[in-house]
Structures are given as structure tokens and as C-alpha cells.
Nanobody, 123 residues
């Protein structure tokens, strides 16, 4: 059984930073790509960032490029999302997902999801 548990969300002022974590309970974590998506109220879940199995390749949505950084620690079975220069439009529930595909950017490419963590950016 695969479990993903996100943490690190909260309330922050515009321009601030947050670091999200996603701990995975899965065999051979280092074999998988990991990704972050987000879903704002009334909107569909959208791609944010993904990282390949060893952290050597990352890919970002244009809306977060240059502000967010995805990374992973395979020894800890954890993926991170460092979010800087946060904007009110970044407010959403953030989900991490695990995928057996290379550079997965679409929801159906992910096999499991976490329960999400709320990020609220005030103006």
C-alpha cells in the first residue's frame, strides 16, 4: 500500500516563503518520479512541478518557474517544494503524487496522491 503524506502548508503573507514536504511510504521510492499539483477553490487541479527519480531533472509550470524549487531526498523517501515570493494566486491545496512515468505533468500519469496541504497567501 502506497501512502503519501504532505505537510508544511499554512498562512503566509505575499512575498513570503513556505516549504512543503511529502513523505512517501513505498518500496523503492528512488524508482519513481514525484510531482506537486495544486487546486484552488472552483478550479481544476493543476500541475506545479515534477522531479525525476534521482533529482537530476526537474520541470515546472510557467506560473511558478523561478519562484518554486522541487527537490527530493531518497534516503528519507521525501520530496520537497520550496516556495518563495509567494503570491495570493498561489493559494490552493497542494498535493503530491507519485508516478512511474518520466516527467509526468498530467493528473492521469500519477498512480497515487496524498491528502493535500492548504497554502493560503494573504495580500
Amino acid at each position: 500500500q502506497v501512502q503519501l503524506v504532505e505537510s508544511g502548508g499554512g498562512l503566509v503573507q505575499a512575498g513570503g516563503s513556505l516549504r512543503l514536504s511529502c513523505a512517501a511510504s513505498v518500496r523503492r521510492f528512488s524508482s519513481y518520479s514525484m510531482g506537486w499539483f495544486r487546486q484552488a477553490p472552483g478550479r481544476e487541479r493543476e500541475f506545479v512541478a515534477t522531479i525525476n527519480w534521482n533529482g537530476g531533472s526537474t520541470y515546472y509550470a510557467e506560473s511558478v518557474k523561478g519562484r518554486f524549487t522541487i527537490s527530493r531526498d531518497n534516503a528519507k523517501n521525501t520530496v520537497y517544494l520550496q516556495m518563495n515570493s509567494l503570491k495570493p494566486e498561489d493559494t490552493a491545496v497542494y498535493y503530491c503524487g507519485i508516478s512511474s512515468r518520466y516527467r509526468p505533468t498530467l493528473r492521469f500519469e500519477y498512480d497515487y496522491w496524498g491528502q493535500g496541504t492548504q497554502v493560503t497567501v494573504s495580500s
